[in-house]
């Protein structure tokens, strides 16, 4: 039996890491040193200290590990049935779930989220693969009726090797939830998650290959994106790229697969909107916009970033808001704060620049607006929850993500208003809707250019959802029986008799 929870964070907490946290590479069914011999540190947000190291890939390692993938397209993974595959994916997720806490500490320390979050993400992920298991056995085609003296019909065809590169705010759920659907699918994986988060992934090769999966079915190759990440988008072997991040990234990964025709799922950036307007139920919204903007301390494609709020109720609700906010605690997240860290001193830099901008164009900073620390140690990368109120539609605030714990506030007049608020930025990610008025409800729903809307709550839905983004928000849809799709490719069959 496997240390649980509170022995596993006295350790963390004691000792800055975990012992035996996996360092090389999963190519091929086992772990390799990169072919370079290069290592790379990973950092702790929560005290902004190197707690690991992981192998620094380059071009040799994501050749080897695409060949692995290639070869067990054609060989294992093409002659397991679907049920079998299936069953893999069962197996994976009870091994998910039975490994659940040292997951989710290893991911804490990794990514700086506060602990409830990680063991939140991690339950997630075990939902994808429980998810996709039961439609492996379901990717029926269709037959054509052209009459009698033809059959036709369609066959779901795995699309082959795919590359899956993450982000570091999501790091085992947004792996998971794309990895599950390739492997229901037929296809084979190699993963590169972010230089900054890599650990979950190897963490999952080695739950996976005990679930039974066959060598070379999943590969994880870590390092940065221009040394590892830039080469297996660009493989020519590579059929499929599923991306999470940012735009300006996103934009280069569709031109290097553009070059061998590679199909891409891109969920890029948000700034998206929570409106309530003044019939909401004031407690469902002031809980919805904190949590839409203060998880994983804003860190999120599809956080609530704007609050686009009828004037009506604007200073109420603001005085409520900016009162919860204050009272939000920070600090490391293996103690589970309200709110933890943010990743990267980089991106710590990104947010107090957006503020100090904000402040010097004399925006009111409602609550926060500072660097912060742990308050038990003193370090860390923390930011203040913050809120800037009365924001021009704009503004750089409102028309750039800021990636950070940091809400604009804009007030509307009408619900014409609100739709213009709304659709106003170059994304179109998510929109939330606080209203007690179902029409009206109804009427921004439509009227949204968004890939989702929730409606009442913020972030409702799961797995069983399509997600994605319109606009630079990017295109495909992952979750649901939809992402299925992009790891299909259809073939028609006519027959003459
Ligand atoms: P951020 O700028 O916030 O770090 P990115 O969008 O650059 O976010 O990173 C998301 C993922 O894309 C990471 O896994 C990163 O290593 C990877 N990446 C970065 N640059 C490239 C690239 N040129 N080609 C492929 N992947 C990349």
Known sequence: MSARLPELVEEALATGTLAGLPDKHFINGRSVSSSSGRAMDTFDPGSGRPFAHVAAGGAEDVEAAVAAAKAALATTWRQTTPAERGRFLYRAASLVREHADRLAVAECLDCGKPLGEAKGDVAGTARAFEYYAGACDKLQGETIPLGQDYLAYTLNEPVGVTAHITPWNFPISTLGRSVAPAL??????????????????????????????????FNVVTGTGPEAGAPLVAHRDVRHVTFTGSVATGTLVMQAAARNITRVTLELGGKSPVIVLSDSDMEQALAGVLGAIYE??????SAGSRLVIERA???KFLEELTRRTKELTLGHGLRDPNVGP????????????????????????ATGGARAADPQTGAGWFFEPTILDNVAADDVVIQEEIFGPVLAVQTIESIDEAIERANGTPFGLVAGIYTQDITKALRLARDIDAGQI?????????????????????FGREKGLEALRSYCKIKSVAAKI
């Open 184 to 217: 229901a699918a037929g296809c084979t994986v190699v993963a590169k998650p972010a230089e900054q988060t890599p650990l979950t992934a190897l963490m999952l090769a080695d739950l996976l290959s005990e679930a039974g999966l066959p060598e070379g079915v």
């Open 296 to 301: 994983n301390a804003g860190q999120i494609c």
């Open 313 to 315: 109720i604007h200073d």
């Open 342 to 365: 943010v990743n990267s001193q980089a991106q710590l830099d990104k947010i107090v620049d957006y503020v100090e901008g904000a402040k010097a164009r004399g925006i009111r900073v």
């Open 454 to 474: 929730y409606i009442n709550e913020y972030f409702a839905g799961g797995i069983e959802v399509p997600f994605g983004g319109n606009k630079k928000s990017g």
